[in-house]
């Protein structure tokens, strides 16, 4: 069974400011073990952040699909392992030279970071558990 959240939690979530988002990320990832991103017919979503290009990422499908608008309705929410992102993605991103949006909301990005960064991270967090 998924995690669903709750209209509370969605807008607690969405009220933090970017620092927060990043922090909660860590720690709801590390727990549920999957990371979201958006996908269509031509692969994963990308959005421009500090002269970044980036893969945007979310802890919950709920958070994920509030993006599911304008330009990108035709996307889907798609779960990710944290396993799979650790083993394949953090590489396959890095040779691709993208970095990552963490929890973007409607006034930017959300904290950018690298793909080794945001594992060393994860792996940190998790070992935590």
């Not at 995690?3 to 620092?19: G, M, N, S, V």
């Not at 860590?26 to 979503?45: N, P, R, S």
């Not at 958070?63 to 779960?79: D, V």
């Not at 909301?105 to 793909?115: K, L, S, T």
Request: hydrophobic share 45%; aromatic share 8%; net charge negative.
């Amino acid at each position: 069974m998924e995690y669903q959240l709750t209209a509370d939690e969605i807008k607690r979530i969405t009220a933090l400011d970017a620092e927060q988002r990043y922090t909660y990320f860590i720690q709801a990832v590390a727990d549920l073990e999957k990371i979201w991103i958006l996908t269509d017919e031509e692969g994963f979503v990308l959005v421009s952040a500090e002269d970044e290009r980036c893969i945007p990422v979310w802890p919950h499908a709920e958070l994920a699909e509030q993006w599911i608008e304008g330009e990108w309705e035709h996307c889907t929410a798609q779960a990710v392992d944290v396993d799979t992102w650790l083993d394949k993605w953090t590489s396959g991103l890095n040779g691709d030279e993208l970095a990552i949006a963490v929890l973007p909301d409607a006034d930017g990005p959300g904290v950018v970071v690298m793909p080794e960064e945001l594992a060393e991270t994860l792996i940190n967090e998790m070992q935590e558990d």
